[in-house]
């Protein structure tokens, strides 16, 4: 029989590992450094990873799996800090996967955020946006914003979160953290009634549906900072998933909203770094001037790509100018920056 789950999840925060997985047919399997490792010695049989999995739920969540074939929640464990734990099924049986949360927020300079996100999380109203894949960092960088403006403001912040990855003491400001399913039954109906708990800064784990996108552009308009996630890879999907996910007769109303409440985008990547050592952010950053929100009412986001180009003196960077910047310092390998590239040839021109 295999370790206890625990003793796995304590060996994977040794290892400093992100995430476990445990499969049947297969040792456990850790990500490191954004690559999977699998573990020596023998495959988990389907009783085995049954039992493993199991082991994380109640019974309440027990019966939800049955229902719902699936799974997402938060626990604490005391020899490893939270997780998130997300449960599916293959093959008929319950398999897991697991991400090892932070234990304490890192600095900007750690997490290698450029600075304006600091200026970003200062502003008094408006919508911040993080976007990106899966697993790029976004909680991490709308945790650290959080972190900062508990530090600095008296202010109400109200989370939504699915699921909470880290619990935030107060300091300066009151922090409220909902999990959805636990505390709220869904996103667009938790953000319906925190307008009504008094918030100053609202915190929307992720953007998903019509309802959460238009409450959140309400809240931005009417002297609430909302940070939010959205699972865009770059800027210009960014604002293209916004305002193409309502009816072409509500489309010309969304696009004002965006234009006056935006504050700022940041589209986050993380890469391996050249030398092995582990992996590193690169970024692309919008900074709304009067120019970009003229582009956003005309609806014309792709004019958007030539102002991140030549926006750098107001704190833009395009994605394909930050991969060249970390290729030139030798940070990232010339195959990476040309795989990650919206256009290649700007890194082999460079």
Same mark, same amino acid.
């Given at each position: 029989?295999?370790?206890?789950?625990?003793?796995?999840?304590?060996?994977? $925060?040794? *290892?400093?590992?992100?995430?476990?997985?445990?499969?049947?047919?297969?040792?456990?399997?850790?990500?490191?450094?954004?690559?999977?490792?699998?573990?020596?010695?023998?495959?988990?049989?389907?009783?085995?990873?049954?039992?493993?999995?199991?082991?994380?739920?109640?019974?309440?969540?027990?019966? =939800? &799996?049955?229902?719902?074939?699936?799974? /997402?929640?938060?626990?604490?464990?005391?020899? #490893?800090?939270?997780?998130?734990?997300?449960?599916?099924?293959?093959?008929?049986?319950?398999?897991?996967?697991?991400?090892? /949360?932070?234990?304490?927020?890192?600095?900007?300079?750690?997490?290698?955020?450029?600075?304006?996100?600091?200026?970003?999380?200062?502003?008094?109203?408006?919508?911040?946006? +993080?976007?990106?894949?899966?697993?790029?960092?976004?909680?991490?960088?709308?945790?650290?914003?959080?972190? %900062?403006?508990?530090?600095?403001? $008296? /202010?109400?912040?109200?989370?939504?979160?699915?699921?909470?990855?880290?619990?935030h003491k107060p300091i300066r400001s009151l922090i409220?953290?909902?999990?959805?399913?636990?505390?709220?039954?869904?996103?667009?109906? #938790?953000?319906?009634?925190?307008?009504?708990?008094?918030?100053?800064?609202?915190?929307?784990?992720?953007?998903?549906?019509?309802?959460?996108?238009?409450?959140?552009?309400?809240?931005?308009?009417?002297?609430? &900072?909302?940070?939010?996630?959205?699972?865009?890879?770059?800027?210009?999907?960014?604002?293209? $998933? +916004?305002?193409?996910?309502?009816?072409?007769?509500?489309? *010309?109303?969304?696009?004002?909203?965006?234009?006056?409440?935006? =504050?700022?985008?940041?589209?986050?990547? %993380? %890469?391996?770094?050249?030398?092995?050592?582990? %992996?590193?952010?690169?970024?692309?950053?919008?900074?709304?001037?009067?120019?970009?929100?003229?582009?956003?009412?005309?609806?014309?986001?792709?004019?958007?790509?030539?102002?991140?180009?030549?926006? !750098?003196?107001?704190?833009? +960077?395009?994605?394909?100018?930050?991969?060249?910047?970390?290729?030139?310092?030798?940070?990232?390998?010339?195959?990476?920056?040309?795989? !990650?590239?919206?256009?290649?040839?700007?890194? *082999? *021109?460079?």
């Amino acid at each position: 029989m295999p370790a206890t789950l625990s003793e796995l999840i304590r060996i994977a $925060r040794l *290892k400093n590992a992100s995430d476990l997985h445990i499969i049947q047919g297969l040792p456990p399997a850790l990500r490191v450094n954004g690559e999977i490792v699998i573990a020596s010695g023998e495959a988990l049989s389907r009783e085995q990873v049954r039992e493993l999995t199991l082991s994380m739920l109640n019974e309440t969540q027990i019966n =939800q &799996l049955e229902t719902t074939r699936e799974l /997402c929640f938060s626990v604490y464990d005391p020899a #490893a800090g939270r997780l998130r734990v997300t449960v599916y099924h293959h093959a008929g049986i319950p398999e897991l996967a697991v991400r090892l /949360c932070a234990l304490e927020i890192s600095d900007a300079e750690t997490l290698g955020l450029p600075s304006i996100c600091a200026d970003f999380a200062r502003k008094s109203n408006g919508l911040v946006l +993080i976007t990106g894949p899966t697993g790029v960092g976004k909680t991490t960088t709308l945790n650290y914003m959080v972190d %900062l403006i508990n530090r600095e403001r $008296r /202010c109400k912040i109200v989370m939504i979160e699915d699921p909470v990855e880290y619990l935030h003491k107060p300091i300066r400001s009151l922090i409220v953290q909902q999990e959805v399913y636990t505390d709220v039954i869904s996103f667009p109906r #938790a953000l319906i009634h925190v307008l009504r708990q008094n918030p100053d800064v609202i915190v929307i784990g992720e953007m998903r549906e019509l309802e959460t996108i238009a409450t959140a552009l309400t809240a931005a308009e009417t002297g609430h &900072l909302v940070l939010a996630t959205l699972h865009t890879p770059n800027v210009m999907q960014t604002m293209e $998933r +916004i305002i193409s996910v309502f009816p072409a007769q509500q489309q *010309k109303q969304i696009v004002m909203q965006l234009a006056n409440s935006l =504050q700022g985008v940041v589209a986050q990547d %993380l %890469l391996p770094r050249a030398d092995g050592t582990g %992996l590193v952010l690169a970024h692309e950053i919008l900074v709304p001037t009067m120019a970009v929100r003229n582009h956003i009412r005309e609806n014309a986001a792709h004019k958007i790509e030539t102002v991140l180009m030549t926006g !750098r003196k107001d704190g833009m +960077i395009s994605m394909d100018i930050c991969l060249s910047d970390l290729y030139h310092r030798a940070i990232i390998s010339y195959d990476t920056a040309v795989s !990650r590239a919206r256009d290649p040839n700007l890194i *082999k *021109k460079a």
